[in-house]
């Protein structure tokens, strides 16, 4: 969407148009509507299509009459993320030096007295100044143009809190690491540390954890967050004067899409792991946080279960544990991994089709499925791993009943002490 476009789409009779059409097809009305100069119709279309997506990831704001582009909302924090990030930052003053479509902007403002919102697209900056009065956002200061330009204009010492969540997107090709990214952080660092005491950044759910304090010296907690069972986005605090001492904390984070829970696993990703054994009668998967912050150690340690092999984050027990954060499964049998004799496995076991996941095996799930020529399936699972000598092997596991769910359950904390 053009400026231009914005313009005439929030002119009354448009806006009518809107509403008028608002359970058209999008495609349906840009073609109806092609061609008529006083029509915005490409404008109107990206709405009608934006207005459905957002009520699947912002439920509660997509209430409102708010307007999008499509890039902007499928980069924009969802609200379970966004609230949590404005859960451990409040103060005085923040400014958000990648502003967007504003979501984590509105967060912010509500445990801070005053927030600058920094974008250099004036289109999102208009939608913006537009979203924010119709859900009653005000303190909000919104500004247009080069952030970290627009941060320097302000006395040093002025903002408590610094968020910037860089660019990983530019001319059409994505980047994961930090100084690949916009604005580049590490480059940056000494200008936002003359501006504010704590700077909060939003990265890649990909980006690297280990060397991460050699890029950002200040660095003070690395926060990694997924949603609904999906790894979102990392975050990392830092400080001026980092009072910690030794590893850097981590913290998976697990937050529930639907009900706003937050669970919580501690720890700094250097924790021994427990001794690998054979594959027992349960079968665990952590949560792809818990994998990323390196922490599946620590649900090991508390809760008595142990690693498959040495080298990867499946867990097994002899018994369930109710509310394990990831995937829980009870094992049907586990076969040596022999390309020559596995067809007679699935045979003696009537599997033709199954979900099919691997970690440290030659094979990827596609070569494995038509290797052995084997259907997807939503009732069988077979895990292609290790076993503690380094063996190749398949574990044939079922989602269990929710009767056989048992054992002692996982609290919403699991914590180590403090550095």
């Known amino acids: 969407m053009t400026l231009d476009e914005l313009h005439r789409l929030l002119l009354p009779e448009n806006l009518s148009l809107l509403e008028e059409h608002a359970s058209e097809d999008p495609e349906a009305f840009a073609l109806r509507f092609q061609g008529c100069a006083l029509i915005p119709a490409r404008a109107i279309a ?41 859960s451990l930052a409040s103060g005085n003053r923040l400014i958000d030096l990648t502003g967007g479509l504003g979501i984590d902007t509105m967060f912010f403002s509500k445990t801070f007295r005053s927030v600058v919102y920094c974008e250099r697209d004036p289109v999102l900056a208009e939608l913006a100044a537009h979203n ?11 500004r247009c143009g080069d952030s970290l330009a627009i941060l320097d204009s302000y006395p040093d010492g002025f903002f408590d809190w610094i968020f910037v969540d860089p660019a990983r997107r ?28 704590n700077v909060m950044v939003k990265a890649s759910p990909a ?11 200040s660095i003070s907690a690395i926060h990694v967050v997924s949603v609904g069972g ?12 980092p009072a910690r001492q030794g590893p850097i904390p981590r913290k998976a984070v697990l937050l529930d899409a639907n ?22 009668a349960c079968f665990y998967e952590p949560g792809p946080a ?50 020559g004799t596995f067809n007679s496995f ?32 939503q009732s069988d699972y077979l895990f292609f791993t290790r076993d503690p000598e380094g063996g190749l092997i398949c574990v044939y596991a079922i989602k269990p009943s929710p009767a056989g769910d048992a054992a002692p359950s996982v609290p919403d904390r699991i914590a180590v002490p403090e550095y």
Not at 207 to 217: A, H, T
Not at 230 to 239: K, M, N, Q, V
């Open 46 to 86: 990206e709405q009608l299509a934006c207005r459905r997506k957002a009520m699947k990831k912002l439920p509660k704001l997509s209430l409102e009459k708010l307007f999008y582009t499509q890039l902007s909302l499928e980069q924009a924090s969802g609200e379970p993320a966004a609230a949590y990030k404005a």
């Open 132 to 142: 924010f009065p119709q859900l009653g956002i005000s303190g909000v200061d919104i």
């Open 170 to 197: 530019e001319g059409g090709r994505r980047s994961v690491g930090l100084s690949a990214a916009s604005p580049d952080v590490a480059a940056a660092h000494d200008l936002l540390f003359r501006k504010a005491k």
């Open 207 to 217: 980006l690297e954890l280990s060397g991460i304090e050699g890029q950002l010296p």
């Open 230 to 241: 999906e790894c979102r986005e990392i975050l990392l605090l830092l400080e001026r004067t």
């Open 259 to 280: 009900d706003g829970k937050v669970r919580e696993i501690s720890g700094t990703g250097g924790e021994s792991r427990s001794p690998a054994v054979p594959v027992q």
């Open 290 to 339: 818990i994998i990323k912050a390196a922490l599946t150690a620590r649900l090991s340690e508390a809760y008595g279960l142990a690693y498959v092999n040495n080298t990867v984050d499946y867990l097994t027990s002899d018994s369930f544990v109710k509310g394990f954060p990831g995937r829980t499964f009870r094992v049907v049998a586990t076969e040596r991994y022999k390309p």
């Open 346 to 377: 699935l045979q003696r076991h009537g599997i033709r089709g199954a979900a099919i996941q691997r970690r440290d095996f030659p094979l990827s799930p596609e070569e494995i499925r038509k290797k052995f020529r084997l259907r997807e399936s």
